[in-house]
């Protein structure tokens, strides 16, 4: 029995976590006993197969079809359906991306399963993973089986897993042509909204604004604090929804990844998506009100209280300090 | 044109969460419950949508238990047409396969022109309820849409998916299909005086299921506080003067960047 591991690219560039799955399905086939396989859904032989030959697994699969040359739901549920089939794995395990989550689904419906999604880790109990995901907006753990019978599909969340701690090996690699049916959707060329103007990215201090800023007239006060640390102005996704601050500034899953050496957090309660965006942060600052605020867990350091009373005597301080 | 939107009631963003003594859950009899962020906005867009297209109406469809009962009221007020409510008093027992093709049984036979959900659900979290039921409905779906392309309309439609790091993609479906929206993607209208008085009439139609067995489910075994990976040192004491002025001198000698 294997471990299917899925392998996302486009036009054969590869999306590195991937390599993160690797890690995952290696761990999870040393615990198991279970032999690791990769797929790369292509439309050719995929460039990136000798790449992932370079892992300690033992095989890649190339599943081809001309209808694969480009992502579609339709198209990678078709060729999934019949490597699933072809293979019989165990698990099917994949990295949570906005990819996997648009197709593995419907996967696994279509296989009358459904996917244990977002986990943070597993541990083997009696032959099984017992898969831990983040609910509630990050505030619980839970600890999840899955019933019935194999294959049981997994996601792990973006850094569960190290990728440079993926083992490097020698694999065969061989092509499965698939057939892929009616694809009843067009893409277009994808595209970057703007170019970044900002690459927070470079940033060696962020502060970060969440909804707890409550007005824009407010982003003033976080900006003060900003100016006399040298940092970037950031956000979390609610306040670049609304406009007060430019996209190019979100941190998260939707916007930067980021690891500064200091990350202040004013007024973020941790959502996953964001904590996704900056958790490998050197030192990370959290003020908000809410004490049980998941960004707390992660904080080196936390003020629990009105960021409006905390933020300007912090401004004021480093001044006195810095004069 | 129809369109059947699913939104779910759930816990309250900033409630503080109580484990419930079985430990597979959370209390919620002393939670404040809200209809889930993004199904609003998908809400939201289906209004739009059927504006724009001139005729047509707006279903919203919620799972759950009587209490659910506001979410409906809710969306009623804010311009949908009428609901369905599949009643199921202990949804959170359900996996999101069974939710799913519950609500695939109770829809099916609307043959809806487009089917909108919120992107997740701000409890479980699944993000998978939509694209189960538009494969057990045999409709194609794209999830994460943060635009929808109106004018596109007719026997297909133009949406903008998101994908990672500040990437997008557009791609036009055939209809019927099911798309699950992406918080943010317009501004929430209100619900008018005039709208909460409509509400009243319009219909609301009661389903009570048969939901299946479902060998295959995902299974909570333990809910606990997540374990912290870090030690935080919590400043202050509740003083948040005191704290600030810590902070800064933390600043100063742990972390050297002032």
New interface residues.
């Given amino acids: 029995m294997s471990i299917l591991v899925f392998i996302e690219h486009k036009d054969c560039v590869l999306n590195k976590t991937s390599i993160e799955a690797i890690a995952a399905a290696q761990s999870i086939g040393k615990d198991l006993g279970l032999k690791v396989t990769a797929v790369i859904p292509c439309d050719k032989d995929c460039s990136l197969a000798q790449d992932i030959a370079g892992y300690a697994i033992e095989k890649v699969i190339v599943a081809k079809s001309d209808k694969l040359s480009t992502y ?3 198209a990678y ?1 078709d060729a999934w359906e019949q490597v699933i089939k072809a293979v019989n794995p165990q698990y099917v395990v994949m990295s949570h ?3 996997v ?6 996967v ?3 296989l ?7 986990c943070i880790r597993y541990r083997a109990e009696g032959g099984k993973l ?1 898969l831990t ?17 194999a294959p049981y599909f997994v996601t792990f969340q973006s850094g569960a897993f190290r990728g440079d701690s993926a083992e490097k090996g020698a694999a065969t690699v061989e092509t499965m042509d698939v057939a892929v049916g009616d694809v ?10 703007a170019k ?1 103007s900002v690459d927070l990215t470079k940033s ?2 962020i502060v970060a604004i969440g909804r707890g800023i409550k007005s824009q007239e407010n982003i003033a006060i976080a900006q003060q604090l900003a100016d006399v ?1 040298g940092a970037d102005l950031a956000a979390s ?2 306040i ?3 406009d007060w601050l430019p ?2 500034r979100q941190i998260g ?5 980021v690891a500064p ?2 990350y202040i957090a004013l007024g973020i ?1 941790g959502a ?1 998506q964001h904590i996704v965006g900056m958790k490998n942060s050197g ?3 959290a003020v908000n009100k ?1 004490s ?1 605020a ?1 960004i ?11 960021l409006f ?3 300007p ?2 401004v004021e ?2 001044k006195n ?2 004069a | 044109m129809k369109i059947i939107v699913l939104m779910k009631q759930v816990a309250n963003k900033d409630a503080v969460l109580r484990i419930s003594g079985d430990e597979k859950w959370i209390n919620e009899t002393d939670v404040a419950q809200q209809t889930n962020e993004s199904d609003g906005y998908a809400l939201e867009e289906a209004l739009r949508t059927i504006e724009a297209k001139g005729e047509g109406e707006v279903i919203v469809c919620t799972l759950g238990p009587q209490s659910a009962k506001t979410v409906i009221k809710d969306a009623l007020a804010r311009g949908a047409n009428r609901a369905i409510h599949i009643v199921v008093e202990d949804s959170r027992d359900l996996s999101a396969y069974q939710i799913a093709s519950t609500i695939a049984d109770a829809i099916r036979e609307e043959n809806a022109d487009l089917v909108f959900t919120g992107l997740q659900s701000d409890d479980a979290s699944y993000g998978q309820t939509g694209v189960i039921l538009a494969e057990l409905l045999g409709i194609p779906h794209a999830t994460i849409v943060i635009e929808v392309d109106r004018e596109s309309l007719g026997e297909t439609l133009r949406v903008k998916r998101e994908l990672e790091s500040g990437w997008y993609q557009w791609f036009t479906y055939k209809l019927p299909a099911l798309l699950t929206i992406q918080s943010g993607i317009s501004q929430i209208r209100y619900a008018s005086l005039k709208g909460i008085m409509a509400a009243k009439s319009k219909e609301v139609r009661e389903v009570t299921p048969t939901v299946e067995a479902f060998a295959s489910a995902a299974e909570i075994q333990k809910v606990y506080l997540p374990l912290k990976t870090k030690q935080t040192q919590m400043l202050g004491n509740g003083d948040v003067k005191a704290g600030a002025v810590e902070l800064v001198e933390k600043l100063k000698t742990e972390v050297r960047v002032i």
């Fill in positions: 579609t739901p339709d549920a991306t906005y990819q989550r648009d197709f593995a689904p419907k696994a419906a279509r009358g399963r459904e996917v244990v999604g977002d017992v995901r983040r609910i509630f907006l990050g505030k619980l753990d839970a600890d999840v089986t899955i019933g019935g019978e009843r959707m067009t893409p277009e060329t994808p595209f970057q909204e970044a060696e201090i640390l996704r609610p670049c929804d609304s996209i190019d899953s939707s916007g930067q990844t050496k200091v309660s996953i030192t990370i600052i809410d049980e998941p707390f867990d992660i904080a080196d350091y936390g003020i629990v209280g009105d009373e905390a933020v005597v912090i301080e480093i300090a810095k």
